[in-house]
């Protein structure tokens, strides 16, 4: 259990990796298709912030990639390497998965999205200071209940996946 609380940590590194170099780096208004229509609106597309920002925001977010995939795998090859039936990879799957949807919805929506006194998103888009609030908590739930139901099914795939290699 201990590995997968590990893995669940590395897929949560590479959401907000993700999310800072969409954010922080690249700045493109692409990246906020998942915002809330208030955000959405007042948001202004970017120039380069500065000379090699694109770069390291495309590098980190290929990384983030990466970090999330490599967290499946690991979880795949200790699995097979103990012996893993589908029962065993069905949880660790759904774990990992449920535990990133628990860091998104918590981390990412609450505390970065809905609190402007934490200033994430205000420090690249000040303009979204004054229509942050805790009102946009849950504005999304329909996406993130879909997510939710679709981790079982991907946890099932990849239980079924493994257990065949």
Known sequence: MIITLLLSLML?????LMLLAGVGFIQDTKFFSSAPKEVRDVIR??????????????????????????????G??????N????????????VMELLLKA???LF???????????????????????????YLFGYNWK?????IIGSFVVAAVLAWVCILL
């Open 76 to 81: 795949a090859w200790n699995g097979i390497n």
């Open 143 to 147: 996406t993130h209940l879909a997510h």
């Open 45 to 74: 597309p970017r120039e380069e912030s500065f000379k090699g920002a694109y770069a390291i925001g495309w590098s980190m977010a290929v990384f983030s990639v990466l970090l999330m995939t490599g967290a499946f795998i690991i």
């Open 12 to 16: 949560m590194a590479g959401l907000f």
């Open 108 to 134: 990412l929506d609450w505390v970065l999205l809905c609190n402007a006194g934490f200033n994430f998103f205000p420090h690249f888009y000040p303009e979204t200071k004054e229509v942050l609030g805790h």
């Open 83 to 94: 012996g893993f039936g589908f029962g065993q990879f069905f949880i660790r799957f759904i």
């Open 103 to 105: 860091f998104d919805i």
